[in-house]
């Protein structure tokens, strides 16, 4: 978790692991994180761009970061 | 005419003669000023296939009619000419104070011909032009150059100029104002010193005539109202961080490019990151004339032997010094930045031919007596030396000011400069992109990202995420985007700030926040479909001048590590740049041939022949 979005890392550090229910999806991360469901977000799930449905399995690298204006 | 002032200052340097010429309605209506009324000129003026330190070669200083008009980022302007870095037509974008300036001075813009017989600096109060000796100033880099003509002309004065590169023409020298904001690219500065032309100075006071400025008022508010409320519960990543915020997405999506675009991942990113930078270096953010994201980095470096002070690093620095040169120290990287704003180059295509350079001693083609130093990826000491040596060409930095594809061409291996029509590669790699691919093969001004940059679809969820690795469903998109920026540019507007808040958050991005602006400011009554082939029709003006200097479908390539050697790791392992497949479907939606020539059909629509 990056830049702005790094608020809702649970000790303000990354990388860290989270521990989901089986069966868990992004959407679900996204939830136990407690981010808003409004909040502007870009999500990667290893490597790949992800959408909330996706599922999770164990060991997955899910990454976000807040939209950039530009670079 | 309103928002536009409808006065360019012509300047003759050979015979030092100075005079006002009348902008077109017309001209300024069709092309909107910019990179638009650049291309209108260029088109007009230059041979495509002249020389470009010839002194017929015309120097293009153009702002847009929204520059310094208090619009959010209207900062921007415009230089247009032919590159000796690229042999075809360029141009290069900067903001800061200095465009505002020329425009509450009470003009569009300047076009420089000829060549002085000595050097000279220009000196424009106002209404007022003169031309000035500035023999004391030659050799004195970009900072102490700037002090000095403030010194000369006004305390407040705005000051763009080149340093030592541009004097000894270095192939991708830029023009640096207000210390350290560049022209960067494609080596404007170089012609800028070809023309024995140190700097122009301005100072304007005026008021720009607005079509409705009680409308531009609101409109204005509006936005900047919008922009609070978007950033309300935590400010915009790039004034936190900068443009090297931008790392962690490259790195995340494989695209970062490393040691001379050999992989897409850089194990060294997180000490180059704008995060790090922010950390170790940062004094303060600094904006651009009424930019309310505020992205320029103040940075100083107390660590020995990298101590210095100034601006940046950005992202394309970061990238260009940092990750494609294998190097992993921000001091370092910051130091080079420093060098390269002082001496007055760009930092792109200095780190771009370094890392040639590296890449060829590497695998033995360029020996350590030939570059006077032992080389490899990751020598943060040879990168600072080597940045030094370029601006003031001396020893192997000789070689290097030639550029990345002069320097391979020489030691028979063309193929390991990292570039599109002799342009250097922006920071992002084309296998693991693949729009960008498409818009570095078919950018008018070679390898750039900032002539419709897919960066923002694919990578930095502007205004959506489309899958950086599919290719057929680029080509209309990289086509809008390329319009769009050239819209933004010829507005003399920011892409930061514009694609964010002045395009409905749309694929195909539909530019109705400039089109709202523009009437506001012109009264030109532009509706979104007459904006957008405004848009079109310069873009395509651009490569009606490519294609009269000899350029088409032979040219919109990319180096063959792009299009036969999968990219070795990341997310795009595997993957090549499908550019042919993507250049068949690109010009079918452009209404160009197979060859990447505009159609008469085409040109008739567009009201360019």
Redo the contacts between chains.
């Keep these: 978790m990056y830049s702005t979005l790094r608020a809702y890392a649970p000790s303000g550090q990354e990388p860290f692991f989270l521990e989901l229910a089986a069966g868990a999806t992004v959407s679900s991360a996204l939830e136990a994180l407690g981010i808003p469901e409004k909040t502007a977000k870009v999500v990667l799930l290893n490597g790949r761009n992800a959408s909330a449905s996706d599922s999770l399995s164990q060991g997955d690298l899910l990454v976000l970061f807040p939209p950039v204006e530009g670079g | 005419m309103k928002g536009w002032h409808g006065r360019l200052l012509r300047v003759e340097l050979s015979e030092g003669r100075i005079w006002e010429e009348e902008l077109k309605e017309e001209v300024a209506r069709d092309f909107i000023g910019g990179r638009g009324v650049g291309i209108h000129y260029l088109l007009k003026e230059a041979d495509p296939k002249g020389d470009p330190f010839c002194g017929k070669n015309p120097l293009i200083m153009m702002a847009g009619p929204l520059t310094g008009t208090g619009a959010p980022t209207g900062a921007r302007y415009m230089v247009t000419t032919l590159s000796p870095l690229t042999g075809a037509l360029t141009c290069s974008n900067s903001g800061g104070m200095f465009p505002a300036e020329l425009r509450r001075a009470g003009w569009d813009g300047i076009i420089f011909t000829g060549k002085g017989s000595h050097p000279v600096y220009l000196w424009v109060d106002g209404s007022k032009a003169e031309l000035r000796d500035a023999t004391e100033l030659w050799g004195k880099n970009t900072h102490q150059t700037e002090q000095t003509l403030r010194s000369q002309t006004h305390a407040q004065a705005k000051v763009a100029c080149i340093g030592p590169a541009g004097e000894r023409l270095v192939r991708f020298a830029s023009i640096m104002n207000d210390k350290d904001r560049a022209a960067g690219r494609s080596g404007v500065g170089a012609v800028m010193g070809s023309k024995n032309l140190k700097a122009v100075v301005v100072r304007g006071k005026g008021k720009i005539p607005l079509h409705d400025p009680d409308g531009f008022k609101e409109l204005n508010a509006r936005l900047l109202k919008k922009f609070n409320e978007t950033y309300k ?6 004034r ?2 900068g ?4 790392v ?3 790195q ?3 695209v970062f490019p490393t040691r001379n675009f050999q992989s897409g991942i850089f194990p060294g990113w997180e000490a180059i990151h704008g ?1 790090t930078l922010s950390k170790r270096f940062l004094v303060s953010h600094k904006a651009c004339f009424a930019c309310p ?1 505020s ?1 320029g980095r103040v940075t100083r470096v107390s660590e020995p032997p990298f101590e210095g002070e100034g601006e940046g690093p ?3 620095t970061v990238y260009a010094l940092g990750s494609n040169c294998g190097v992993d120290n921000l001091a370092a990287v910051t130091k080079a930045n420093y060098l390269c704003n002082e001496l007055g180059m760009d930092t792109i295509s200095m780190g771009s031919a370094i890392a040639c350079a590296m890449e060829m001693a590497e695998r033995g083609i360029l020996s350590e007596k030939e570059v006077g130093r032992h080389l490899a990826f990751g020598d943060a000491e040879a990168l600072v030396e080597l940045t030094r040596m370029t601006g003031l060409r001396e020893g192997f930095g000789d070689l290097l000011a030639e550029g990345s594809l002069r320097l391979a061409t020489r030691y028979g291996h063309p193929e390991l400069a990292m570039v599109s029509k002799g342009q250097d590669f922006a ?1 992002y790699e084309p296998r693991g992109e693949q729009g960008m691919g498409l818009a570095y093969a078919t950018s008018p001004i070679g390898a750039s990202h900032m002539r419709g ?1 897919p ?2 679809f694919e ?4 205004p959506c ?5 599919s290719w057929k469903d680029k080509p209309p998109v990289v086509a809008k985007w390329q319009d769009l920026f050239c819209i933004i540019d010829s507005a003399g507007l920011c ?3 514009s ?2 808040n002045l395009v409905r958050p749309e694929l195909m991005a539909p530019p109705v926040g400039i089109m709202e602006l523009l009437n506001a400011a012109t009264g030109a009554g532009y509706t979104l479909e007459e904006l957008e082939r405004a848009g079109e029709r310069i873009f395509n003006a651009e490569r009606m001048f490519l294609a009269k200097a000899g350029f088409s479908r032979k040219q919109d390539t990319l180096p063959p590590r792009m299009l036969r050697e999968p990219l070795p790791e ?2 795009g392992k595997g993957m090549v740049c499908h550019l042919e497949e993507m250049l068949t479907d690109y010009y079918r939606v452009r209404g160009w041939t197979q060859e990447g020539i505009p159609t008469n059909q085409k040109l008739k629509e567009l009201g360019l022949m």
């Design positions: 519960d935590a400010p915009p990543p790039l936190l961080h443009t090297a915020v931008t962690m997405a490259t995340n999506y494989g995060e994201i992205c950005e992202y394309e920071g940059d960066a923002y990578l930095l969820g502007v995420n489309v899958d950086p690795l892409v930061f700030f694609v964010r990341g997310p």
